[in-house]
């Protein structure tokens, strides 16, 4: 499986665990590789929010020198396998939300 699509699937499920539903790219990519050891810089994790909002699956606001991310409807729709993002693995690839 492609680390990208894992990753942005880890950003939605992370996302999702949020009480606001938004994290900065900052601490998500020290989340990426304090758990999933995904080691790239913070200009990766901003591009696949990018990507995400690209989708539908996130919005996206810049906050200082990094970008916020916050969950969209779309993807909590992914993460709960009513529609399928490309690029983004399934949530049944890894045992859901």
Same mark, same amino acid.
């Given at each position: 499986?492609?680390m990208?699509?894992?990753?942005?699937?880890?950003?939605?499920?992370e996302?999702?665990?949020?009480?606001?539903?938004a994290?900065s790219?900052? /601490?998500?990519?020290?989340? =990426?590789?304090?758990r999933?050891? !995904?080691?790239?810089?913070?200009?990766?994790?901003e #591009?696949?929010?990018?990507?995400?909002?690209d989708?539908g699956?996130?919005?996206?606001?810049?906050?200082?020198?990094?970008?916020?991310?916050?969950?969209?409807? /779309?993807?909590?729709?992914? =993460?709960?396998?009513?529609?399928? !993002?490309?690029?983004?693995?399934?949530?049944?690839? #890894?045992?859901?939300?």
């Amino acid at each position: 499986m492609d680390m990208e699509e894992e990753a942005r699937l880890a950003i939605l499920k992370e996302l999702f665990k949020e009480d606001n539903k938004a994290m900065s790219s900052a /601490r998500m990519q020290r989340y =990426l590789l304090t758990r999933l050891m !995904i080691d790239k810089p913070r200009e990766w994790v901003e #591009r696949q929010f990018t990507y995400l909002r690209d989708m539908g699956a996130v919005t996206i606001v810049q906050a200082d020198t990094v970008m916020v991310a916050r969950l969209g409807e /779309r993807g909590d729709f992914h =993460l709960q396998g009513l529609v399928s !993002i490309p690029g983004v693995m399934s949530p049944s690839a #890894r045992g859901g939300a």
